[in-house]
């Protein structure tokens, strides 16, 4: 997989560790008192909060937060480490406008000879179409032998 691949999967994995991390706080959050205008918490929220802390086959809430974060960290480092291996742009961006300028140059050829091709080509296919018409009208005048 080249580079720029790599560095497409590894933003679409931030993106992802993202999305979860936001989901997870939101579904896993306890509920907290925004201001004393405000009425407390229910405390059925705490206790499912409290209930999924006692599951041992999921992490507890405070930890999360930790190995979100952990994660999304690594990620940005691996980004980080990928973007480094970009290979540099020799002579900066008057030699990429040059080059650019060359390629554009040598594309511009290649059309006028891939048009060439096509309108040769064309010109065949309508002598075939041709012959085949004067070969259809040839067999359907023939008669049968007697």
Do not use: W
Not at 18 to 45: C, I, K, M, W
Not at 84 to 96: K, N, R, T, Y
Request: with cysteine; aromatic share 4%; net charge negative.
């Amino acid at each position: 997989m080249d580079i720029i691949s790599q560095l497409q999967e590894q933003v679409n994995s931030i993106a992802a560790i993202t999305f979860n991390a936001f989901g997870t706080l939101q579904r896993d959050a306890p509920p907290v008192q925004l201001s004393p205008n405000y009425p407390e918490p229910p405390p059925a929220a705490a206790a499912a909060a409290a209930a999924a802390a006692d599951d041992p086959t999921t992490t507890a809430f405070p930890e999360q937060p930790k190995q979100l974060s952990a994660d999304l960290v690594k990620a940005a480092k691996q980004f980080d480490a990928l973007v480094a291996a970009l290979p540099l742009s020799e002579g900066g961006e008057e030699a990429q406008l040059k080059r650019i300028a060359e390629l554009q140059v040598e594309n511009d050829l290649i059309g006028q000879e891939l048009q060439k091709q096509l309108e040769a080509a064309e010109k065949e296919l309508k002598q075939v179409q041709e012959l085949f018409g004067q070969a259809a009208d040839n067999c359907l005048n023939m008669k049968k032998p007697e």
